[in-house]
């Protein structure tokens, strides 16, 4: 059951799950950062949280997690399974510190492992760096993301320029046509007001 759950994007809830020595018992559930891991009981420093199986290649695959192994060679991540939970593990991505870890062995090139670096409460999510550059990446897309929203923003006041009445209940009132408008119709009546219908 919880394997088809997994399977599916979804969360497990209250289900607890064990990694494969059957020692720590997991969690998937939502969260700030949606579907997350989280600890069902407490972590010590340095064990072994669970496993991430998949295979070396050259070079990432699109639409699969990938981990920089070494310089030329990415670990790509097989889809998260009962036996597998650790591609589940969240990043922190610079809002708090990460608690966990991606480990390699290079004599099992098939297999990394998801370790504690510090305690873990029971409860807490499980939150690991994706490797070098993820966070820029990250950072590089919300910049550009907000770019965008000012662009269209300068565009929407430049296009279809309001007044703020205030008062009680402040309204937006077109500048043209001194007209209530809400947000959701502003360039709608704008359109009309210019007579473009």
């Known amino acids: 059951m919880a394997a088809g759950v997994l399977a599916k ?18 969690q998937v559930r939502w969260g700030p950062r ?3 891991l989280y600890a069902a009981r407490p972590l010590k420093k340095g064990e072994i949280i669970a496993t991430i ?6 070079e990432a695959e699109r639409g699969r997690e990938c981990w920089q192994w070494t310089r030329n ?18 990043t922190a991505a610079g ?36 490797g070098r550059g993820y966070v820029a990446v990250v950072k590089k897309r919300i910049a550009s993301m907000k770019e965008d929203s000012d662009a269209r923003e300068a565009h929407v006041a430049q296009v ?3 007044k703020i ?3 009680a209940a ?5 500048a043209k046509c001194g007209r209530r408008v809400k947000s959701a119709t502003r360039l709608a009546h704008a359109r009309f007001c210019q007579g473009l219908r």
Request: charged share 15%.
């Open 34 to 36: 949606g579907r997350g």
């Open 73 to 90: 060679q990415v670990f790509v991540m097989e889809h998260p399974s009962l036996e597998h939970l650790g591609s589940l593990a969240n």
């Open 53 to 58: 199986g998949g295979y070396l290649a050259s």
């Open 160 to 162: 279809a320029p309001v």
């Open 9 to 26: 994007g979804r969360c497990t809830g209250a289900r607890l799950l064990q990694t494969p020595g059957g020692l720590c018992k997991l």
């Open 95 to 130: 809002t708090c510190s990460n608690n966990a870890r991606y480990s390699c062995d290079r004599n099992c090139p098939y297999e990394m492992q998801l370790r504690a670096i510090r305690h873990i409460a029971k409860g807490e999510e499980i939150l690991a760096a994706y």
């Open 165 to 167: 009445r205030g008062g």
């Open 170 to 174: 402040p309204a937006m009132i077109c």
